[in-house]
């Protein structure tokens, strides 16, 4: 599979936005819109993949969890590989990055591929990263800013190169952060429409669908775009109460 992903953190005063474009394969079965779904003793909202596993979701405590392929790292499972997308769906149980270290410690982790989790929890306005190279769990956290996260099975070190140009010149924008300039960075297709742009296409893959989290002081809103967000689809809209 040479898929690629963008990840866009907006870090807010009160709640940050966050928004991801999947791009995958034009051969992969499509994923189902975001749901609501019990996991563990917290309610979440993920789209999914038709298996279960999900590649995004935002949980009842406001924390949103994102995970994206680590092509730069070659070593792969041998023999059958537990999906990346069960990671995400059990981080999802977690209203704190502890929480997520205890449920990597119950994880056969030799069994999955390498990924990078990003983990975004705005009670201790925190941005948590872990990345999983088959031999070892480094976890690194991040300053409470807006940020960007960029993978490919194309060329990754040629998407980071392009799209990181792209999002520092949107930086420099007046709109900056604003729920318009994250769909206009994620629907763009500069420098040129093609394998490198945020709004990736090529003859065998696209990207193929957009996700935004949005969370404020008591609700978590996700807006899913079926499709490349360039496309015009409307977006799917679901709400969530939040708690402590």
Known sequence: MTAMCTVTLVARR??????????????????LPPAQHRVAKRDALFPSEPGGGTWIGVNDAGVTFALINW?????????????????????????SSSS???????????????FRLIGVFPARRAVVEWRWNLEQLQR?????QT???????FDEPGAQQTRGKIFAEALRQKSIGSADWLRRLHRSHAPERGPYCHCMHRE???????????????????RYVADAPCSGVPAAVQRLETRP
């Open 14 to 31: 009160n709640g940050y936005a966050l928004g991801m474009n999947r791009d995958e394969k034009l051969t992969r079965v499509a994923g």
């Open 100 to 114: 997520v270290n205890a449920m990597f410690a119950n994880t056969p982790l030799t069994s999955v591929n390498p």
């Open 147 to 153: 940020r960007a996260w960029i993978s490919s099975g």
């Open 204 to 222: 065998d893959a696209a990207t193929v669908s957009y996700t935004e989290v949005i969370v404020s002081l008591c609700i978590a809103t996700v």
């Open 71 to 95: 092509y730069s790292v070659n070593a792969r499972v041998a023999g059958h590989a537990l999906s990346r997308g069960e990671i995400v769906k059990a981080a999802l149980s977690a209203a």
């Open 140 to 144: 690194s956290e991040h300053g409470w």
